[in-house]
């Protein structure tokens, strides 16, 4: 029965997050990108420290691969957002005029 209460639990902070997210990423201005891109990356950090410990703690084989799974997604969410963060950085800086 415990099994049970504590994949519940799991499943609703799970359903809250997604329901969170959206409207924390749908809901700002294009002024912000920028910004909340920086926040994205540091939010999916924490999501890769909650997701190794919740693998650690985890009992069942199942548990572990969605642990790893999580894992591995937001690293590629980190990843592609420090790429994508730089990639707008560098439209904002002043071209050479000199013609490299």
């Given amino acids: 029965m415990e099994a049970v ?4 639990m799991n499943l609703t902070v ?10 924390v990423v749908w809901t700002v201005t294009p002024a912000l990108h920028t910004p909340l891109m920086a926040v994205t990356n540091a939010i999916s950090a ?3 420290v909650g997701a190794m410990m919740a693998a650690a703690l ?40 000199r013609g490299a």
């Avoid at 209460?5 to 519940?8: A, D, L, P, R």
């Avoid at 799970?14 to 409207?23: D, E, K, S």
């Fill in 5 to 8: 209460t504590h994949g519940m």
């Fill in 14 to 23: 799970f359903v809250l997050a997604i329901y969170v997210g959206y409207h």
């Fill in 46 to 48: 924490i999501v890769i």
């Fill in 58 to 97: 985890t009992h069942s084989p199942f548990g572990k691969l969605m642990g790893v799974l999580a894992v591995a997604l937001a690293a590629v969410n980190v990843f592609g957002g420090f790429l994508v963060t730089r990639r707008m950085l560098e439209m904002f800086q002043k071209k050479d005029k």
